[in-house]
């Protein structure tokens, strides 16, 4: 039986939505299913958004830039983290002292996003333009 790109065999999707993962999926339905509904928030969104079209940021960098709290700001990085969607790093800097945090996406968190929220952004002009009724097709 041949499966194609999106996981249906033959060309019919199977009954159980777990069974679209394959055999040796590195996450489990409810891990992939926890990513997105982690992104359905708008800070998390754009704290990924930056986060994949910016690179690493220190959680000063994304409180600035996202004008919240640090508290709020934690509270959806740490969630971020929990899904596998961001990484917190450490590192030490030149000629200073300490240890410096940043976070940045996983591969996980870039095709979440560009291949998820993005892509329908984006698509939203194409489905305009197939739905237009004022256009000759």
Known sequence: MATN???AV???FPEDP???LPEESVLTLDEYLDMHAAIGHRTRYEVLYRLVHSGPMSPKELEQALDVDDSTLHYHLNTLVDVGLIEKRQRT???EDGLHTYYRATVFGEVTLTQGVDQLIRGE???DAMYDSSVDQ
């Open 125 to 127: 002009r194409q489905f």
């Open 10 to 12: 033959d060309g019919a």
């Open 5 to 7: 790109e999106t996981g």
């Open 18 to 20: 777990e069974d679209l």
């Open 93 to 95: 800097e030149r000629d």
